[in-house]
């Protein structure tokens, strides 16, 4: 939902609410501008790290990445 500049002066603590609960609003100035007031905070702390990510299975043995290496470090050195 789009807010006025005269809605966001009247219900600031509302919005700012909203804005903790939504991640974001907008709001547009009479003379057509749009602004976006978010919050900086994260909406809910991450409990897992994000290097823990989940593996995939391909069909590369470990002599198949051992043997790229190889190559890259001939065609590199």
């Known amino acids: 939902m789009m807010y006025t ?4 002066q009247k219900q600031l ?8 609960r939504e991640g974001q609003i907008q709001f547009q100035s009479g003379d057509g501008q749009i602004f976006v007031i978010r919050s ?3 909406e809910k702390p991450s409990k897992t790290s994000p ?3 989940r593996g995939i299975k391909l069909p590369v043995t470990t ?3 051992l043997q790229a290496v190889r190559e890259s470090r001939e065609r590199y050195a």
Do not use: A
Request: glycine share 0%; charged share 20%.
């Open 13 to 20: 603590l509302d919005l700012l609410q909203k804005v903790l």
């Open 5 to 8: 500049v005269s809605q966001v």
């Open 63 to 65: 002599n198949d990445i």
């Open 51 to 53: 290097l823990d990510v």
């Open 40 to 42: 900086i905070l994260p």
